[in-house]
């Protein structure tokens, strides 16, 4: 009933940005918090920044300074800004909503992927 879609991924040499955003349509009242991970093959599910309805935003310590997490609650977008990217940010990146459904359920839902490389 909902649906997340990442988009902004690519091949960036290392130093560069990139700016990736998550799009959220369906069933939705309203969309709690919001998060952004990323995933490098063989390694767990990386948990990166979260962003509450009210813009409270935490950082992990790898991104922390580099990335930036912001949402725009009108169009159920939330963004990740990239900075000074290094080769070790190489990763599948997901978006991650919790969501108040049209039903007043609540439901967590994930994006399906959004492949960013950073060359050396």
């Known amino acids: 009933q909902v649906q997340l879609v990442e988009s902004g991924g690519g091949l960036v040499q290392a130093g560069g940005s990139l700016r990736l955003s998550c799009a959220a349509s369906?069933?939705?009242?309203?969309?709690?918090?919001m998060g952004w991970y990323r995933q490098a093959p063989g390694k767990q599910r990386e948990l990166l920044a979260v962003?509450?309805?009210?813009?409270?935003?935490n950082y992990a310590d790898s991104v922390k300074g580099r990335f930036t997490i912001s949402r725009d609650n009108a169009k159920n977008t939330a963004y990740l800004q990239m900075n000074s990217l290094k080769p070790e940010d190489t990763a599948v990146y997901y978006c991650?909503?919790?969501?108040?459904?049209?039903?007043?359920?609540?439901?967590?839902?994930w994006g399906q992927g959004t492949q960013v490389t950073v060359s050396s």
């Open positions: 962003i509450s309805k009210s813009d409270i935003t």
């Open positions: 369906g069933s939705i009242f309203s969309i709690n918090d």
């Open positions: 991650n909503a919790n969501v108040l459904g049209k039903d007043w359920r609540r439901y967590d839902y």
